[in-house]
């Protein structure tokens, strides 16, 4: 069974950055392109960022140009590097593939106060 574990959130002022991370137990990496997610409160999860197995990369257009998707096969790791966070980035962070998910993992909470 495929397990996720996110980390890296926290309270971070506007403008700052944060590094989260995935790790994924099992060979999820292989041949799947992975996403970072979030909810906000209120609101439905959406995709943030993707990276396929070959390195392309999708942002929403909300992130472009501050948020970077990275991934390390080896570590079977996938990171989301944050930065000039603002207050509208709050949301439990997930990880997961882009298509079929497997169980969701528990999330990290980013909070970005103003």
């Known amino acids: 069974q495929v397990q996720l574990v996110e980390s890296g959130g926290g309270l971070v002022q506007a403008g700052g950055s944060l590094r989260l991370s995935c790790v994924a137990s099992?060979?999820?990496?292989?041949?799947?392109?992975m996403a970072w997610y979030r909810q906000a409160p209120g609101k439905q999860r959406e995709l943030v960022a993707s990276?396929?197995?070959?390195?392309?990369?999708y942002y929403t257009n909300t992130v472009k140009g501050r948020f970077t998707i990275s991934s390390d096969n080896a570590k079977s790791t996938v990171y989301l590097q944050m930065n000039s966070l603002k207050p509208e980035d709050t949301a439990v962070y997930y990880c997961?593939?882009?298509?079929?998910?497997?169980?969701w993992g528990q999330g990290t909470l980013v909070t970005v106060s103003s």
């Open positions: 099992g060979s999820i990496f292989i041949n799947n392109a």
């Open positions: 990276i396929t197995s070959g390195g392309s990369t």
């Open positions: 997961n593939k882009v298509r079929s998910w497997v169980t």
